[in-house]
């Protein structure tokens, strides 16, 4: 990845979970901090909507042209609203990222899944199918998964969009602003 690249950071504001929907923030950054534009969306909580409404949003945008890769906070957004990485990657021929503070409980994912949705096989396997990679920062692990990039690439952009924390900025920038459009200001860990 070159610097001055443009990547997307992807996140959701925060919510309830009897909430019909949240906004989502897409954050368009040119390697390694410099913002250059915002979209906004809206998935339902819980719903089966996120890889639609990213796709309607990307083929929207101006941002979209020119984007080398797109960072999504945790594989879902409003609840276990899961996104299809390898769906949107072969919609967008962009590589697509994943990317949690912590390592995500699976095992706990699919159990609350079967207790809340008669879908939850199709989630499930969506969820369990990529390989979920640790990958070293200067302060602290991460965990990803990805379609679309290889391995050594995928380092080397995690480490050009990272500037301060473990988070790439392009995450950071999104949880900011969709913090700031549910509760009025931004605050929080990305």
């Not at 390592?103 to 979920?132: N, T």
């Amino acid at each position: 990845m070159k610097p001055q690249s443009r990547v997307l950071g992807i996140d959701d504001a925060p919510f309830h979970f009897g909430d019909e929907s949240t906004a989502v923030v897409c954050a368009a950054v040119r390697l390694p901090q410099y913002l250059e534009g915002v979209m906004v969306g809206g998935v339902a909580v819980d719903g089966t909507d996120a890889n639609d409404v990213l796709l309607r949003i990307l083929q929207e945008s101006r941002y979209a042209e020119g984007l080398s890769l797109i960072f999504i906070d945790g594989v879902a957004l409003g609840g276990f609203n899961v996104v299809d990485i390898d769906l949107l990657n072969r919609e967008l021929g962009i590589p697509i990222v994943t990317v949690t503070r912590d390592e995500p409980d699976i095992p706990a994912m699919v159990q609350a899944l079967q207790k809340k949705f008669g879908d939850w096989e199709r989630r499930a396997e969506i969820i369990g199918r990529k390989k979920l990679q640790r990958i070293s920062t200067r302060h602290k692990p991460i965990f990803v998964t990805s379609a679309g990039i290889a391995a050594s690439e995928l380092r080397e952009a995690i480490e050009m969009s990272t500037v301060r924390g473990v988070l790439p900025e392009p995450i950071r920038i999104a949880h900011l602003i969709a913090t700031a459009i549910a509760k009025g200001e931004s605050h929080g860990r990305a």
